[in-house]
């Protein structure tokens, strides 16, 4: 299993206090991604990151910010969370392409949030 | 945009083959994945095609058309721990996946 840790596992918070999850890999893959699992929209890419301090958005970044300080961090952070960011956190690495262009994803155990 | 279109759910039954088809329109392919999701647990990756053909890996077969915008996965000799979802996710851009809705596939004895 790829060594990808997620904490916290649970949280419940309220509406309007930050929020920060945390993914830790010791692969040292350079690539790492944030997801999002909703039911009836599968999983939803948030950002993603491509190195140290290289961070781009995903399909459904409002609301979110990252940032990778360390190859082995990457940390997402809702900044006023709402209840509709209720969902299954999932952080994800990859190594660098290989020669057909693609490495697989190898996601961590998740993290389920909730907010009331 | 992307669509991504799977069956939500199949029935099959102990020792029998299912096949879960996907077919999708996205704006830039260079290849699909396939990976297994039990409930309340992390996806983990089956398959990779790149390449029109069929990849082969155990009793799992993966099956790729890229001028029909279709693949399917193939389970041979289904087991009760074959029950999951399965994802399909077409590889869109620069290590960017666009993850379908799943099929949930259940398995009877």
């Not at chain 1, 890999?25 to 950002?47: A, F």
């Not at chain 1, 809702?78 to 209720?86: D, N």
């Not at chain 2, 088809?21 to 990756?45: D, I, K, R, V």
């Not at chain 2, 993966?62 to 994802?87: C, I, N």
Request: net charge negative; with cysteine; hydrophobic share 30%.
């Amino acid at each position: 299993d790829a060594g990808i840790t997620q904490s916290p596992r649970h949280k419940v918070t309220e509406t309007g206090t930050p929020v920060t999850l945390r993914c830790h890999q010791t692969e040292n893959h350079r690539y790492m991604y944030w997801y999002r699992q909703d039911p009836g929209h599968g999983l939803r890419l948030i950002h993603y990151s491509y190195g140290v301090k290289d961070t781009d958005k995903g399909e459904v970044s409002d609301g979110y910010s990252v940032s990778r300080s360390k190859t082995e961090d990457f940390l997402l952070t809702l900044e006023s969370a709402t209840s509709s960011q209720t969902s299954v956190y999932f952080c994800a690495i990859s190594e660098s392409p290989g020669g057909d262009g693609n490495q697989p994803q190898h996601f961590g155990d998740g993290t389920r949030l909730s907010i009331l | 945009g992307q669509n991504i279109d799977q069956p939500t759910e199949m029935t099959a039954t102990e020792g029998a083959i299912v096949q879960i088809n996907c077919t999708y329109q996205t704006s830039g392919f260079n290849g699909l994945f396939w990976y297994q999701q039990h409930a309340g647990e992390a996806p983990t990756f089956l398959s990779y095609n790149v390449l029109d053909g069929l990849e082969e890996k155990g009793r799992f077969s993966s099956f790729l058309s890229r001028s029909k915008g279709y693949s399917y996965l193939l389970l041979k000799e289904l087991q009760m721990k074959d029950s999951a979802s399965y994802l399909c996710a077409p590889h869109t851009g620069f290590q960017k996946l666009v993850f379908g809705t799943g099929t949930r596939l259940l398995v009877s004895p």
